[in-house]
């Protein structure tokens, strides 16, 4: 049966894509009307038709994909290579397809559960797309409808443990990676679940209500479900629009999405997973709203002192013994790697560059492109550090994917400021008082919670 529905899904997901493909370049040189017109056209109209557009790995791939796209050039060149054809939005769905994922998960069709409902999506996520509406309370809201389907295609792509030790094996030759697989594995598997994103983002909502400059949508529980989320919806400038506003601005919209990561992470021990420029809205003044909350990773305290531990002891003490001394504890590092202390300096004290010295930093696309290239190194040249990873702790997966997102959204921003200070702001084992004016807005904040 599972062979009969992948053959099946093979078949109409190469039309479902050459169509899509084919659609897009068409519509390029359409007028206004006719644009419409092939939009419809090209619409998702079944649940069949989502899995053939999102299963056999599209959908998984596309997850990876986006994850990378935002580093695009940073990645090494055969990952971006088999990523590229998979990087790609999905199609909208149809009106009514929308319209009945509403009806079967909240008991009424749009038009009712909302005062306004508006069918025309104003996003696209990678597993559904977004909507506006107005509540019978006249709040205006965004409301996330998940592709019907998907979550099953999803899933079964994500069975396919073959494919992710494979891919796992070429990016880290030698480690045992069952763990971290395992990670990747069960987050992906999360975001399918809607509930658990609203969890997310409300914890998220009640750790900074009445932050200065850090803004999270309010969830609206009462019209959300496994497959649809309803958040107040916030409106801001988007990342490229960054590119014409002065350093000065910049700089602060940075100041705030390192002071969302680090706080969040090493005082309320979460953080979301997906940091990339399409879940940032900017306001001015380092005002920044955070959006989607579906990847969400919620450290142990086992886990958070490990980093503790691994930050303090290159950062602070600038101690190589005791740094290789965890990383062998840990599993990140085999028993006996040979790797002297300065070998292991020299790999791993690049991640920590920006946070190394009490001067200011400037984040360059340079920088980004080199960690990349050091997390997935693929191809001759392997580092020796990567040859002798262990059996990667599973917290990796999302602490790596938390250091490549900020990096590259930081150097896109090319962004400046004494970051250690900031850090020793956020460190348990530091405590630093504030170092810029944004820091004492925030130490404002936490002395009235």
């Known amino acids: 049966m599972r062979a009969a529905r992948n053959v099946e899904t093979v078949r109409m997901g190469a039309k479902v894509g050459a169509g899509w493909a084919t659609h897009q370049a068409r519509r390029v040189f359409a007028s206004a009307e006719r ?37 695009d050039e940073n990645v090494p060149e055969p990952v971006r290579d088999a990523l590229a054809s998979l990087q790609q939005d999905a199609p909208p769905m149809a009106p009514d397809l929308a319209a009945s994922v509403i009806e079967r998960e909240l008991g ?49 792509d994500l069975d396919n443990y073959d494919f ?8 880290f030759p030698g480690a045992e990676i069952g763990p971290f697989i395992d990670e990747i594995r069960e987050r992906i598997n999360e975001e399918l679940d809607y509930r658990l994103e609203a969890d997310n983002q409300q914890l998220f909502y009640d750790f900074y209500e009445g932050h200065p400059f850090i803004r999270i949508p309010r969830v609206l529980h009462e019209l959300s479900s496994e497959r649809v989320l309803t958040t107040e919806l916030h409106t801001g400038a988007r990342f490229a629009e960054l590119d014409g506003w002065s350093q000065e601005e910049r700089n602060l919209a940075a100041e705030a999405i390192d002071r969302f ?97 009490d001067a200011e930093y400037t984040f360059t696309l340079e920088y980004a492109s080199e960690a990349m290239k050091k997390i997935l190194p693929i191809g001759p040249g392997t580092s020796k550090a990567i040859r002798n990873f262990g059996n990667l702790p599973s917290a990796f997966a999302i602490l790596q994917r938390i250091n490549l997102g900020m990096t590259a959204v930081m150097a896109h921003l090319n962004a400046t400021s004494n970051w250690r200070r900031t850090a020793e702001e956020m460190w348990v084992f530091t405590s630093g008082p504030p170092s810029s004016e944004m820091g004492k807005k925030e130490a404002a904040w936490l002395a009235g919670r």
């Not at 644009?35 to 899995?51: G, I, M, P, T």
């Not at 508006?118 to 996330?144: E, F, M, N």
């Open 164 to 171: 992710f030790a494979s891919l796992g094996a070429m990016l």
């Open 261 to 357: 990561v680090f706080r969040s992470l090493y005082r309320l021990h979460a953080f979301n997973g997906d940091p990339h420029p399409g879940n940032y809205l900017f306001h001015g003044g380092g005002v920044v709203t955070f959006l989607d909350f579906g990847l969400v990773k919620r450290f142990t305290p086992d886990e958070m002192e490990m980093f503790e531990q691994m930050a303090e002891a290159i950062c602070v003490k600038h101690d190589g013994a005791a740094y290789k001394a965890l990383l062998e504890k840990h599993g990140v590092l085999k028993p006996g790697s040979g790797m002297s202390d300065d070998e292991v300096l020299d790999y791993f004290a690049y991640y920590y560059e920006p946070v190394m010295e």
């Open 35 to 71: 644009r419409e017109a092939l939009d419809a056209e090209y619409e998702l109209r079944s649940a069949e038709e989502v899995a053939a557009a999102l299963g056999n790995m599209k959908g998984v791939m596309m997850k990876l994909g986006q994850m990378l796209s935002y580093v």
């Open 108 to 156: 009424a069709p749009p038009h009712k559960v909302f005062a306004e409902w508006d069918p025309v999506p104003i996003a696209a996520a990678s597993i559904g797309q977004v909507h506006r509406a107005i509540t019978h309370d006249d709040v205006a809201v965004a409301v996330k409808v998940q592709y019907p389907g998907v979550d099953e295609a999803i899933k079964a």
